[in-house]
């Protein structure tokens, strides 16, 4: 089976702090995903990246940044938390050139920004 | 800009009957369709795909996909409670990428 981990279930943090979210896949995909997901907007694209040292910007990029140094990990950081960033993260992976584009995701993050 | 659209619902269906989640999308070169299911405070699961026009089957759960009306829906026969959750429509577009649909609730009342 396909594992996606992240790396807290839930996490409180101050305005301005420095956060990083950690994903890790066993399952040797290439492509990875972050997602934010808050109440009525559904699933939202924060960044993606097909290959180790690839990123690519989705819809919401802003107050954001990743980081993709092995093929294994995704992590994204929030440089200087806000309110408005408390939300659930979502980390995904998915195999490229297999012809079909399924994700598999993690257990989600819920981070608190006070 | 390319779209997936869902009612939000929520839909209430009756434990044992057919529950039936719709689901419309605006790129014509879509070629894989992905249904979610989440629980409240969980994360998706994919629990049904399909590529080609027709039904696909699996378990109490069918999947029809209709290309010329772009249009893809999801079955669930002999609802049970822990059907309830929040089904999630997703499109494959032309970068490896999906577009999500913001996520129908369904609650089957016992």
């Known amino acids: 089976d396909v594992k996606v981990t992240q790396s807290s279930r839930y996490l409180v943090k101050r305005t301005g702090e420095k956060v990083f979210l950690e994903c890790v896949q066993d399952m040797d995909h290439e492509n990875m995903f972050w997602y934010r997901q808050d109440p009525g907007l559904g699933l939202r694209l924060i960044y993606f990246s097909y290959d180790v040292k690839m990123k690519e910007k989705g819809d919401i990029p802003e107050g954001y940044s990743v980081s993709r140094e092995k093929k294994e990990r995704f992590s994204l950081i929030l440089e200087s938390a806000s309110t408005n960033q408390t939300s659930m993260y979502l980390c995904?992976?998915?195999?490229?050139?297999?012809?079909?584009?399924?994700?598999?995701f993690g257990p989600g993050t819920r981070l608190t920004v006070l | 800009q390319k779209e997936v659209e869902q009612n939000s619902g929520p839909l209430s269906v009756p434990e044992g009957a057919i529950a039936s989640l719709n689901c419309t999308y605006s790129d014509r070169g879509s070629q894989s369709f992905f249904w979610y299911r989440q629980y409240s405070g969980k994360s998706p699961e994919l629990i049904m795909s399909?590529?080609s026009n027709g039904d696909k089957e699996d378990g109490r759960f069918t999947a029809q996909l209709n290309k010329a009306s772009q249009y893809v829906s999801l079955l669930i026969r002999d609802s049970q409670p822990s059907d309830s959750a929040t089904y999630l429509c997703?499109?494959?577009?032309?970068?490896?990428?999906?577009?999500w649909g913001a996520g129908t609730k369904l609650i089957i009342k016992p």
């Open positions: 995904a992976s998915s195999p490229r050139g297999s012809g079909s584009d399924e994700q598999f």
């Open positions: 997703a499109v494959s577009d032309s970068n490896y990428q999906l577009i």
């Open positions: 399909i590529y």
